[in-house]
């Protein structure tokens, strides 16, 4: 298998699951790509839908709402794919060209992480790409481990980016994404030149679903 496309999920089936997949199925070759949908204490039939999608789509359930890294833990370790793709369940993709831009600087044996927004954190002094959508080559996890858990919905990729580094490899940023000034409904959306659509922190529209969202901004 080439690719893993991991999607953890908390609810909004109908909102943010369904137009992610149904974009991912328009514009993937599905016949060397497996998409793993871990449904993390989803209650809005997320299990009955993937499960309808066919062979080239996984269903791992969590009964509890665990924030970010766990569930994306749980499907980086079932994913069988060379280069592990983490997607928000909040985007929808626009081209058939997105997976090739990822993987093209892969080329590069020194290539870990590829993705289209980084930013920087000044509590780390440290770039680091967004896991909102990112590549990385299996073999980073074989040899840092995985996302650390004690992050629960924020700061994951910050820290796996620095661990990256710290064994040699390098983070790629690919037709830069950016957050923009401007604010629809109260959600902050995202532009760029990558074929993707961004909603952003969909999940954190409400309180009731602050703590247990598996949504990035």
């Known amino acids: 298998m080439k690719y893993s496309i991991i999607i953890p999920t908390f609810n909004h089936?109908?909102?943010?699951?369904?137009?992610?997949?149904?974009?991912?199925?328009?514009?993937?070759?599905?016949?060397?790509?497996?998409?793993?949908?871990?449904?993390?204490?989803?209650?809005?039939?997320?299990?009955?839908?993937?499960?309808?999608?066919?062979?080239?789509?996984?269903?791992?359930i969590l009964p509890e709402a665990s924030g970010y890294a766990k569930p994306t833990n749980l499907g980086i370790k079932a994913a069988t794919g060379d280069h592990i793709v983490l997607l928000n369940n909040d985007t929808v993709i626009l081209g058939d060209t997105w997976l090739d831009i990822l993987y093209a600087p892969f080329v590069e044996q020194t290539i870990g992480i590829v993705g289209p927004l980084q930013q920087f954190s000044p509590a780390a002094n440290h770039h680091f790409i967004v896991f909102f959508l990112v590549m990385i080559a299996k073999s980073v996890f074989e040899q840092i481990g995985y996302l650390d858990e004690e992050f629960y919905s924020y700061g994951e990729d910050t820290d796996f980016c620095i661990r990256a580094t710290q064994h040699g490899f390098q983070v790629k940023t690919v037709m830069p994404y950016q957050k923009s000034s401007q604010f629809a409904d109260g959600i902050n959306r995202m532009v760029g030149q990558f074929p993707i659509y961004h909603a952003g922190n969909v999940s954190h529209k409400d309180t009731s679903d602050a703590l247990c969202s598996t949504i990035r901004s």
């Open 13 to 60: 089936l109908e909102d943010c699951l369904k137009p992610c997949i149904e974009s991912i199925i328009k514009y993937t070759d599905l016949s060397n790509t497996e998409v793993i949908v871990v449904a993390n204490g989803c209650n809005d039939g997320t299990h009955e839908y993937v499960e309808s999608l066919g062979d080239s789509f996984r269903l791992i």
